[in-house]
């Protein structure tokens, strides 16, 4: 073979979920689009709020060309750098700074320059939680690093610390925590993070280097109930913060977000400059400026969340009453639920029988369970539940 065998084996396989996605696409032009039930991807369906379309005519009138679609600073334009830095300031009475703040092609983006910024040694580790969204172990092993699963806490979905300290060895470089949650929609509530953050400081100590927490955040403005998501930074210095505008705005196909690294970061200036040279290396610079203008107009707005909490209420009591075991989320719009036969992608594929097309949970270090994403319509829900039904009886006889 010509090229890398493990980007051809990236390439040339698509993830579970794009694979469903897909097979989704195909029985639909089969069956008809109504009588399949997609519940795969997790793409925004809460349209974007006003203000994204509003900003962009108006942007569109206001500037020319250059100034609407040149290239801004490769780390962001200091407007948008400057705005986020305020609106987190007022909202969780922080002190960031502009210079705080490298601009991305979304969350994915700042993972992967994270990862690649801290890597210096093929041995290097970091840790995930299970569950967890399955491209982080693309994105640590392209860095040239090794990662490391900690099993889940499929009481409550939070951390299992025992365990996350049995993993953390001298080549630990970062803990990978995802709150709101993808798959299971758990929040990590202030305790779990107070335990984090002394796991954390004790461990950092033991073993002579800081234990980076790296806070994946696409989810923080979806959440139910008045259930609080805490902000990381103010529990543990040395925090990153990556964070995209995907789902808060329902701006997925976009591509903007952001890395933060706070001054109280170890050698904070340093870890700044390897994150803007890892986006240099990786080509990630200069985020779209069009976007990066419209985040200044529109930050601090967000989608309707009550469509989703609607959704969420209507999915858990349809599927608790036909005798489905859910864990009810606090946050994204994600459901997992306990298969009913303990390879859960065998149980995916019977769900197929029925049009259902559903995740098995394997992928997410979550063997047993199934992700079921509800940022869908409503109707399709309703619909839904008979193919559930049949499905959830299979099991009885």
Known sequence: MIVSEKMYELGSKRSAIRELFEYGKQRAAIVGPENVYDFSLGNPTVPAPDCVNEAIRELTEELDSISLHGYTSAQGDIEMRQAVADYLNKTYETNFKADNFYITMGAAASLSVCFKALTMSPEDEFIAIAPFFPEY??????????????????????????????????????????????????????????????????????????????????????????????????????????????????????????????????????????????????????????????????????????????????????LTKIGYECFKPDGAFYMFVKALEEDSEAFCEKAKEEDLLIVSATGFGCPGYVRISYCVDEEMIKRSFGAFERLYQKYQK
């Open 137 to 318: 172990q693309v994105f640590v092993q392209a860095a040239g690093a090794k990662f490391v699963v900690v099993p889940a806490d499929t009481t409550e979905f939070q951390i299992n610390m025992e365990a996350l300290e049995k993993a953390i060895t001298p080549h630990t470089k970062g803990i990978i925590v995802n709150s709101p949650n993808n798959p299971s929609g758990a929040v990590y509530n202030e305790n779990t993070i107070k335990e984090l953050a002394a796991l954390l400081e004790k461990k950092s100590a033991e073993i002579g280097h800081p234990i980076f927490l790296i806070s994946d955040e696409p989810y923080r403005e979806i959440a139910y109930d008045g259930v609080e998501v805490p902000y990381m930074t103010k529990y543990y210095n040395n925090t990153l913060v990556c964070y995209s505008y995907s789902k808060s705005l329902s701006l997925p196909g976009e591509r903007i977000g952001f890395v933060l690294v706070p001054d109280e970061v170890t050698e904070s200036k340093a870890v700044y400059a390897a994150i803007a040279g890892s986006g240099r290396a990786l080509g990630y610079v200069c985020a779209p400026s069009l976007f990066q203008k419209v985040i200044v107009k529109c930050i601090g707005n967000t989608g309707d969340v009550n469509l989703y909490k609607k959704n969420r209420d209507l999915l858990y009591e349809g």
